[in-house]
């Protein structure tokens, strides 16, 4: 009974929404935001929390893929070009870390980058039988591809050149490693719940590590946008990244928190 109570308003708030034009959900959406960034910055004053928490939603996200092919035994609806990539840039970030300084993050980095490399197996070898091949059908190359050319030219200023670059080219394919997850889905049109939930997981850790830098910049009045040392166009693009991947997982998330408010199981992208 709790949970209808609960239910109803907002299934009518989203059927209000749905009726309104798009000049109102544009600003409904862009006061949401604020929202939620306003009540961060109150609620978390280390900066650093937020990379953690991102992380965290990262690793909670693979824990329901692991879920689902220790359970289900099938990885249907899952891009496996998106868990290499996810592979390749948690490698690169986890290699830097570990020449630079050991934290929580590489921890939690390697955790994740373990798991990763299960769900890689698990599709590739024990369940390739479930595997979409056909509808995964992004090449990798052409998101690899630039984000090596854009890190060769654009990375922070360090005395160690090779891991400067290869330090950017993670933050680069961390910012289009989703793609491929979202080219299958957008194939498939209704996605399954344990898809849904991870690729959600996805979006509210890219929004916690956008938010990052966006109060950053707020904190220092703009200056951390030319941070001595770090490159002219380095921090200005990690933001633009951020910005990138958080815009493309937000129509998603539009959807998935759209189908749990109607009590839908599966979430149905349009055509």
């Not at 544009?26 to 992380?55: D, Y």
């Not at 898809?195 to 109060?215: D, N």
């Not at 946008?225 to 770090?230: I, V």
Request: glycine share 4%; proline share 3%; hydrophobic share 50%.
């Amino acid at each position: 009974m709790g949970e209808k109570r609960v239910q109803r308003p907002l299934q009518k708030l989203f059927s209000w929404v749905r009726k309104q034009s798009n000049k109102v959900k544009t600003f409904l959406g862009v006061f949401t935001v604020l929202t939620l960034l306003v009540t961060l910055k109150l609620l978390i004053h280390q900066h650093n929390h937020f990379f953690v928490l991102a992380e965290f939603a990262h690793f909670v996200g693979i824990l329901v893929l692991i879920y689902k092919l220790t359970t289900h035994k099938t990885c249907s609806g899952l891009s496996l070009k998106t868990q290499q990539l996810t592979a390749t840039f948690l490698f690169a970030r986890l290699f830097c870390s570990l020449q630079i300084e050991g934290d929580i993050h590489t921890i939690l980095d390697l955790v994740t980058l373990v798991a990763t490399f299960w769900l890689i197996f698990m599709m590739k070898y024990k369940l390739k039988s479930s595997y979409m091949e056909d509808l995964d059908n992004m090449k990798k190359y052409t998101v690899i591809v630039p984000s090596l050319v854009i890190a060769f030219f654009i990375h922070p200023r360090t005395n160690n050149l090779i891991l400067s670059i290869l330090w950017a080219f993670a933050v680069y394919i961390e910012g289009v490693s989703v793609l491929p997850q979202l080219r299958l889905m957008q194939n498939v049109k209704i996605i399954e719940p344990f898809t849904a939930h991870y690729v959600f997981a996805l979006g509210v850790s890219r929004f916690f590590s956008c938010a990052h830098w966006i109060i950053k910049v707020y904190d220092t009045s703009g200056s951390y946008l030319s941070l001595s040392g770090g490159g002219f166009f380095w921090i200005p693009m990690i933001i633009l990244a951020e910005i990138v991947q958080t815009f493309v997982l937000a129509d998603f998330c539009y959807y998935y928190v759209k189908s749990v408010m109607q009590g839908q199981m599966m979430v149905r992208l349009p055509a």
